[in-house]
């Protein structure tokens, strides 16, 4: 049980770093801010909805 939740944590932490570096540069480090809390604290959801509503350029 505990190597679920280290992989639990290792996912949460990689996923939140991406979405935070990519945020801030698309839309500013305000915005980039508010996605990084909604991914980390709603892990998976959070980062599922953020790769469906990114823009890529």
């Known amino acids: 049980m505990g190597a679920w939740v280290g992989l639990w944590l290792i996912g949460n932490l ?10 801030s540069e698309k839309r500013g480090t305000k915005i ?19 790769v469906l509503v990114r823009k890529t350029d």
């Open 32 to 50: 980039g801010c508010l996605w990084t809390l909604a991914v980390f604290l709603l892990f998976p959801i959070g980062f599922i909805a953020y």
């Open 14 to 23: 990689v996923c939140t770093i991406w979405v935070l570096m990519d945020a």
